[in-house]
């Protein structure tokens, strides 16, 4: 099984600055999409951002201008840097990814344990 571990939520107020990690276990043969996902209480989960194995990335547009995301293929991690946090952006974040444990295996989807982050002064 492949295991994400999303790290750096907390409070912050308005206008700041968080970073989340994710590390994806390393016993996988290849990811491919990894990204993020948010869910606020009483709303569906939406993607935030999410960057293909070769560095393409996709924005939500709430987020655009604010939020980057970024990976580390040799580490099998990918990050987001949250600048300008509004109020809205509180909800659980969880880290995605699409991966392919074995050769003999197909790609499939794997999630995080979430992450809470809270925007309020």
């Known amino acids: 099984q492949v295991q994400l571990v999303e790290s750096g939520g907390g409070l912050v107020q308005p206008g700041g600055s968080l970073r989340l990690s994710c590390a994806a276990s390393?016993?996988?043969?290849?990811?491919?999409?990894m990204g993020w996902y948010r869910q606020a209480p009483g709303k569906q989960r939406e993607l935030v951002a999410a960057?293909?194995?070769?560095?393409?990335?996709n924005y939500a547009d709430s987020v655009k201008g604010r939020f980057t995301i970024s990976r580390d293929n040799a580490k099998n991690t990918v990050y987001l840097q949250m600048n300008s946090l509004k109020p809205e952006d509180t909800a659980v974040y969880y880290c995605h990814a699409n991966a392919r444990r074995t050769i003999a295996t197909p790609s499939s989807n794997y999630w995080g344990q979430g992450t809470q982050v809270t925007v309020s002064s």
């Open positions: 960057i293909t194995s070769g560095g393409s990335t």
């Open positions: 390393r016993n996988i043969l290849s990811i491919n999409a």
